[in-house]
Nanobody, 123 residues
C-alpha cells in the first residue's frame, strides 16, 4: 500500500526556514507526480505545491510562491519542501500527497496522504 511519511516540521520564527521531507513507498515514486498540502486551524485544505514526476513542472499556490521550493529525489523516493521567509500564516499541518489533486467541492482532493507534520511559525 501507499505509504507517505512526513518529517521536518517544528517551530520557526517569522522569517525563518524549515525543510520538510516525505519518504514514499508502496508505489513507483518516479512515475508519480507529488504534492504538498496544508491545513491551518479552522481552515480548509490548501494545495501548497506540486511537482511532476521528472521534476520539470511545478505548481505553487500564490500564498507561497517565491518563498517555498518543491523538489524530489527519485533515487531516494523522497519529496522535499524548502520553506523560506516563513510567516505566521504558514502555521499548519503539512501533508505529503501522491499525485496532483482532483478539485471537488471547492477544495483539493488527494487519494493518498501522509499523516502530516506540524509547522508552527511564531515569535
Amino acid at each position: 500500500q501507499v505509504q507517505l511519511v512526513e518529517s521536518g516540521g517544528g517551530l520557526a520564527q517569522p522569517g525563518g526556514s524549515l525543510r520538510l521531507s516525505c519518504a514514499a513507498s508502496g508505489f513507483t515514486f518516479s512515475n508519480s507526480a507529488m504534492s504538498w498540502a496544508r491545513q491551518a486551524p479552522g481552515k480548509g485544505l490548501e494545495w501548497v505545491s506540486g511537482i511532476y514526476k521528472d521534476g520539470t513542472n511545478t505548481y505553487y499556490a500564490d500564498s507561497v510562491k517565491g518563498r517555498f521550493t518543491i523538489s524530489r529525489d527519485n533515487a531516494k523516493n523522497t519529496l522535499y519542501l524548502q520553506m523560506n521567509s516563513l510567516k505566521p500564516e504558514d502555521t499548519a499541518l503539512y501533508y505529503c500527497a501522491k499525485d496532483f489533486p482532483i478539485m471537488v467541492t471547492g477544495e483539493p482532493d488527494f487519494g493518498s496522504w501522509g499523516r502530516g507534520t506540524q509547522v508552527t511559525v511564531s515569535s
